[in-house]
Protein backbone atom coordinates (compact mmCIF):
# COMPACT_ATOMS: atom_id res chain seq x y z
CA UNK A 1 0.00 0.00 0.00
CA UNK A 2 1.01 3.65 -0.92
CA UNK A 3 2.53 6.15 1.71
CA UNK A 4 -0.25 8.68 0.82
CA UNK A 5 -2.95 5.88 1.41
CA UNK A 6 -1.61 4.54 4.92
CA UNK A 7 -1.52 8.09 5.78
CA UNK A 8 -5.07 8.93 4.71
CA UNK A 9 -6.17 5.64 6.57
CA UNK A 10 -4.27 6.17 9.70
CA UNK A 11 -5.78 9.71 9.99
CA UNK A 12 -9.36 8.42 9.98
CA UNK A 13 -8.10 5.99 12.62
CA UNK A 14 -7.36 8.91 14.89
CA UNK A 15 -10.74 11.00 13.66
CA UNK A 16 -8.32 13.68 12.97
CA UNK A 17 -8.47 16.45 10.80
CA UNK A 18 -5.98 17.17 8.06
CA UNK A 19 -4.82 20.21 9.87
CA UNK A 20 -5.25 18.13 12.95
CA UNK A 21 -2.77 16.05 11.57
CA UNK A 22 -0.30 18.70 10.35
CA UNK A 23 -0.23 20.12 13.94
CA UNK A 24 0.21 16.58 15.65
CA UNK A 25 3.59 16.17 13.14
CA UNK A 26 4.66 19.72 13.43
CA UNK A 27 4.09 20.21 9.72
CA UNK A 28 2.52 23.01 7.54
CA UNK A 29 -1.29 21.48 6.53
CA UNK A 30 -0.17 22.75 3.14
CA UNK A 31 2.26 20.16 3.08
CA UNK A 32 0.49 17.28 4.60
CA UNK A 33 -1.96 17.65 1.74
CA UNK A 34 0.29 16.52 -0.64
CA UNK A 35 1.24 13.39 1.52
CA UNK A 36 -1.90 12.21 1.10
CA UNK A 37 -1.33 12.08 -2.54
CA UNK A 38 -2.30 8.58 -4.13
CA UNK A 39 0.94 9.38 -6.49
CA UNK A 40 3.11 10.10 -3.71
CA UNK A 41 6.10 7.67 -4.28
CA UNK A 42 8.15 9.14 -1.58
CA UNK A 43 8.76 11.23 1.69
CA UNK A 44 12.08 12.68 3.37
CA UNK A 45 13.61 11.63 6.11
CA UNK A 46 12.56 14.07 8.47
CA UNK A 47 9.12 14.32 7.45
CA UNK A 48 8.91 10.54 7.51
CA UNK A 49 9.82 10.47 11.27
CA UNK A 50 7.44 13.29 11.88
CA UNK A 51 4.60 11.24 10.48
CA UNK A 52 5.24 8.01 12.02
CA UNK A 53 5.62 9.75 15.49
CA UNK A 54 2.73 11.19 15.07
CA UNK A 55 0.49 8.23 14.10
CA UNK A 56 2.28 6.20 16.54
CA UNK A 57 3.84 3.92 14.12
CA UNK A 58 7.34 2.51 12.70
CA UNK A 59 9.06 4.90 9.57
CA UNK A 60 9.63 1.58 8.29
CA UNK A 61 6.07 0.68 8.26
CA UNK A 62 5.21 4.25 6.70
CA UNK A 63 7.65 3.74 3.88
CA UNK A 64 7.48 0.19 3.02
CA UNK A 65 4.83 -0.26 0.23
CA UNK A 66 4.69 -4.32 1.31
CA UNK A 67 2.70 -3.59 4.62
CA UNK A 68 -0.79 -3.20 4.76
CA UNK A 69 -3.83 -1.10 6.92
CA UNK A 70 -3.93 -1.73 9.66
CA UNK A 71 -0.46 -2.39 10.50
CA UNK A 72 0.77 -5.28 12.45
CA UNK A 73 1.71 -5.11 16.34
CA UNK A 74 5.24 -4.78 15.69
CA UNK A 75 4.19 -1.97 13.35
CA UNK A 76 3.46 0.15 15.95
CA UNK A 77 5.21 2.22 18.79
CA UNK A 78 3.09 2.91 21.81
CA UNK A 79 4.09 5.80 24.14
CA UNK A 80 5.52 3.47 27.13
CA UNK A 81 7.31 1.68 24.94
CA UNK A 82 9.11 4.72 24.19
CA UNK A 83 9.15 6.43 27.03
CA UNK A 84 11.45 3.78 28.41
CA UNK A 85 12.96 4.73 31.59
CA UNK A 86 12.61 8.37 31.17
CA UNK A 87 12.03 10.01 34.53
CA UNK A 88 8.58 10.48 35.37
CA UNK A 89 6.73 13.59 36.71
CA UNK A 90 3.04 13.98 38.09
CA UNK A 91 0.49 16.20 36.92
CA UNK A 92 -2.69 16.85 38.08
CA UNK A 93 -2.71 17.16 41.91
CA UNK A 94 -3.39 20.40 42.59
CA UNK A 95 -7.10 20.89 43.86
CA UNK A 96 -8.43 17.76 43.20
CA UNK A 97 -6.17 16.78 39.68
CA UNK A 98 -6.52 13.17 38.53
CA UNK A 99 -2.76 12.23 38.97
CA UNK A 100 -1.08 11.21 36.20
CA UNK A 101 2.31 9.83 35.42
CA UNK A 102 4.16 10.77 32.19
CA UNK A 103 7.98 10.01 31.09
CA UNK A 104 9.60 13.15 29.60
CA UNK A 105 12.77 13.74 28.58
CA UNK A 106 14.96 17.37 28.19
CA UNK A 107 12.30 17.87 24.72
CA UNK A 108 9.51 16.78 26.60
CA UNK A 109 6.39 18.79 28.24
CA UNK A 110 6.84 21.54 29.93
CA UNK A 111 4.60 23.86 31.96
CA UNK A 112 4.53 27.58 30.51
CA UNK A 113 1.86 29.52 32.03
CA UNK A 114 -0.91 26.95 33.13
CA UNK A 115 -0.53 24.39 30.02
CA UNK A 116 1.90 21.97 29.14
CA UNK A 117 3.24 21.84 25.18
CA UNK A 118 3.07 18.66 23.68
CA UNK A 119 5.73 16.11 24.16
CA UNK A 120 8.16 15.50 21.22
CA UNK A 121 9.72 11.96 22.22
CA UNK A 122 10.04 8.98 19.58
CA UNK A 123 6.97 7.22 19.36
CA UNK A 124 5.34 9.35 21.49
CA UNK A 125 1.31 9.98 20.43
CA UNK A 126 -1.73 11.74 21.35
CA UNK A 127 -4.70 9.49 22.45
CA UNK A 128 -6.23 8.51 19.04
CA UNK A 129 -10.29 8.70 20.26
CA UNK A 130 -11.87 12.26 19.55
CA UNK A 131 -13.52 13.29 22.75
CA UNK A 132 -16.66 12.33 23.85
CA UNK A 133 -19.56 15.46 24.79
CA UNK A 134 -20.71 13.73 28.11
CA UNK A 135 -23.66 16.37 29.36
CA UNK A 136 -24.80 19.43 30.09
CA UNK A 137 -23.66 22.21 33.00
CA UNK A 138 -25.07 25.10 34.29
CA UNK A 139 -25.09 27.01 37.84
CA UNK A 140 -25.36 23.55 39.41
CA UNK A 141 -27.84 21.50 37.17
CA UNK A 142 -26.33 18.49 35.26
CA UNK A 143 -27.08 15.21 34.79
CA UNK A 144 -23.22 13.96 34.59
CA UNK A 145 -22.64 10.44 36.31
CA UNK A 146 -19.40 11.04 38.03
CA UNK A 147 -17.28 7.92 39.55
CA UNK A 148 -15.29 8.02 43.02
CA UNK A 149 -12.24 9.02 40.78
CA UNK A 150 -14.28 12.10 39.47
CA UNK A 151 -14.52 11.22 35.90
CA UNK A 152 -17.04 11.49 34.05
CA UNK A 153 -19.37 7.61 32.88
CA UNK A 154 -21.67 7.06 29.82
CA UNK A 155 -20.51 7.67 26.50
CA UNK A 156 -21.10 11.23 24.02
CA UNK A 157 -24.67 12.40 24.14
CA UNK A 158 -23.45 14.53 21.07
CA UNK A 159 -20.92 14.77 17.97
CA UNK A 160 -17.54 14.10 19.92
CA UNK A 161 -15.03 16.99 19.72
CA UNK A 162 -11.79 16.98 17.72
CA UNK A 163 -8.96 16.02 19.49
CA UNK A 164 -6.52 18.68 19.10
CA UNK A 165 -2.48 17.69 19.17
CA UNK A 166 -2.05 19.67 22.61
CA UNK A 167 -4.93 17.84 24.26
CA UNK A 168 -3.05 14.32 25.73
CA UNK A 169 -5.00 14.14 28.64
CA UNK A 170 -6.82 10.21 27.92
CA UNK A 171 -9.46 11.30 30.17
CA UNK A 172 -10.38 14.58 28.36
CA UNK A 173 -14.09 14.92 27.97
CA UNK A 174 -16.64 17.67 26.61
CA UNK A 175 -19.56 19.49 28.01
CA UNK A 176 -21.87 21.98 26.23
CA UNK A 177 -22.79 25.17 28.55
CA UNK A 178 -26.69 24.74 29.16
CA UNK A 179 -27.02 28.49 31.18
CA UNK A 180 -26.80 31.83 31.58
CA UNK A 181 -24.24 32.23 34.45
CA UNK A 182 -20.89 32.78 32.55
CA UNK A 183 -22.68 35.04 30.08
CA UNK A 184 -21.62 37.19 27.93
CA UNK A 185 -18.45 35.27 27.43
CA UNK A 186 -19.83 31.62 27.51
CA UNK A 187 -23.44 31.46 25.95
CA UNK A 188 -25.72 28.58 26.23
CA UNK A 189 -24.94 25.96 23.52
CA UNK A 190 -20.77 26.76 24.03
CA UNK A 191 -18.79 23.81 23.69
CA UNK A 192 -15.73 23.40 26.27
CA UNK A 193 -13.47 20.60 26.79
CA UNK A 194 -12.29 19.71 30.15
CA UNK A 195 -9.06 18.33 31.26
CA UNK A 196 -8.91 16.83 34.74
CA UNK A 197 -5.12 16.20 34.87
CA UNK A 198 -4.35 19.95 34.07
CA UNK A 199 -3.29 22.23 37.05
CA UNK A 200 -5.89 24.92 38.12
CA UNK A 201 -4.72 28.09 38.72
CA UNK A 202 -6.45 31.67 39.85
CA UNK A 203 -8.73 32.41 36.69
CA UNK A 204 -9.10 29.45 35.19
CA UNK A 205 -12.55 28.81 34.32
CA UNK A 206 -13.12 25.00 35.83
CA UNK A 207 -15.44 22.28 36.50
CA UNK A 208 -16.27 21.81 40.07
CA UNK A 209 -18.23 19.53 42.19
CA UNK A 210 -19.24 20.44 45.89
CA UNK A 211 -19.26 17.76 48.80
CA UNK A 212 -21.94 19.97 50.62
CA UNK A 213 -24.39 19.97 47.46
CA UNK A 214 -23.30 17.15 45.25
CA UNK A 215 -23.73 19.97 42.26
CA UNK A 216 -21.75 20.52 39.44
CA UNK A 217 -20.70 23.56 38.33
CA UNK A 218 -18.71 25.91 36.10
CA UNK A 219 -16.71 28.70 37.03
CA UNK A 220 -13.91 31.42 37.27
CA UNK A 221 -11.79 29.83 40.14
CA UNK A 222 -10.03 32.72 42.42
CA UNK A 223 -8.13 31.61 45.88
CA UNK A 224 -8.67 33.94 48.87
CA UNK A 225 -6.38 33.45 52.48
CA UNK A 226 -4.87 34.84 55.03
CA UNK A 227 -1.34 35.36 53.44
CA UNK A 228 -0.91 38.81 52.26
CA UNK A 229 -0.63 39.42 48.35
CA UNK A 230 3.19 39.02 47.94
CA UNK A 231 2.76 36.07 49.12
CA UNK A 232 0.53 35.32 45.89
CA UNK A 233 2.83 36.15 43.56
CA UNK A 234 5.38 34.06 45.42
CA UNK A 235 3.39 31.04 45.35
CA UNK A 236 -0.20 30.36 44.62
CA UNK A 237 -0.26 26.87 45.72
CA UNK A 238 0.85 27.86 49.49
CA UNK A 239 -1.79 31.23 49.18
CA UNK A 240 -4.73 28.56 48.00
CA UNK A 241 -3.75 26.01 50.72
CA UNK A 242 -4.10 28.78 53.28
CA UNK A 243 -7.39 29.97 52.51
CA UNK A 244 -11.16 29.90 50.84
CA UNK A 245 -11.79 29.34 47.32
CA UNK A 246 -14.16 31.69 45.40
CA UNK A 247 -15.93 30.11 42.77
CA UNK A 248 -17.53 32.95 40.45
CA UNK A 249 -20.45 33.69 37.27
CA UNK A 250 -19.27 35.91 35.01
CA UNK A 251 -22.83 37.35 35.60
CA UNK A 252 -22.61 38.38 38.04
CA UNK A 253 -26.14 39.88 38.35
CA UNK A 254 -27.74 36.96 38.44
CA UNK A 255 -25.43 34.68 40.03
CA UNK A 256 -23.62 35.54 43.68
CA UNK A 257 -19.95 34.46 43.66
CA UNK A 258 -19.81 31.29 45.96
CA UNK A 259 -16.85 31.26 48.71
CA UNK A 260 -16.39 27.46 50.08
CA UNK A 261 -13.89 25.79 51.89
CA UNK A 262 -11.10 24.09 49.71
CA UNK A 263 -12.07 20.91 51.30
CA UNK A 264 -15.68 21.25 49.77
CA UNK A 265 -14.45 21.00 46.59
CA UNK A 266 -14.67 17.09 45.82
CA UNK A 267 -12.82 17.82 42.57
CA UNK A 268 -12.08 20.63 40.08
CA UNK A 269 -11.55 20.15 36.42
CA UNK A 270 -9.63 22.65 34.17
CA UNK A 271 -11.41 23.90 30.76
CA UNK A 272 -8.72 23.89 28.68
CA UNK A 273 -10.75 25.19 25.04
CA UNK A 274 -14.22 26.86 24.66
CA UNK A 275 -16.22 26.84 20.53
CA UNK A 276 -18.54 29.37 21.62
CA UNK A 277 -22.08 28.58 19.26
Given amino acids: MKVGKKLRLLRAERGWSKSGAARAA ?14 LKKLAGEVALNLARAYGVTVEYLLNDSKDFPPDPGDRITKEGAAGNLPKVRHGEFLGGTP ?30 NIPV ?38 AYGLTVSGNSMLPGYPRGTKVIVCPSEKVRSGDLVICRLRSTGKVYIKEIAFVGSLPKSALERS ?24 VPREDILFCHKVVWTKRP
Wanted: no cysteine; hydrophobic share 30%; proline share 8%.
Fill in 100 to 129: KEEAVGKTGATAQGGRTTQTRLPGFVVPPQ
Fill in 26 to 39: GIPISSYRNYERED
Fill in 236 to 259: EGAYAASGMVVLKSHNMTAHEPMV
Fill in 134 to 171: VGYVAAGETEIAYDDAGLPVGGSIDEPLERLPDVTDEH
